[in-house]
């Protein structure tokens, strides 16, 4: 099983991480009307990196290059951050539903490039296999 997940690369873990970016953008949709409601949104280096795959041996020749190596870098194992309104509501909800849908959409655009990658790999292994 090795094989196989060094073969796909980092695309499986990328995968795992836009489907729980589509579900906590999800989530803020459903919860557009519930007060107090925080909107959060996945920031995929952070969780690229707790998961292990991106960002763990991160080091800096010049301190101006990266402004936040510490974020960057891994040590922030909290890949869920919260969204700054651009304009707050009178009940403390954060949820813009114009910026969550754009999120949505760019979201699922990625999402589907990384199957499309993992489609890619699989093909190549298949095509390798049959002799083609």
Known sequence: MRVLDSYLGVNTAALTVRNQRLQTIAENIANASTPNFK????????????????????????QSHIQDAATLSGHSNDALVYRVPLSPSLDNNTVEMSVEQAAYAKASAQYQASLQFIESRISGLRKALRGD
């Open 39 to 62: 909107a959060k949104d996945v920031d995929f280096a952070k969780a690229m990196a707790k998961v292990g795959v991106i960002g763990t041996d991160l080091t800096l020749t010049n």
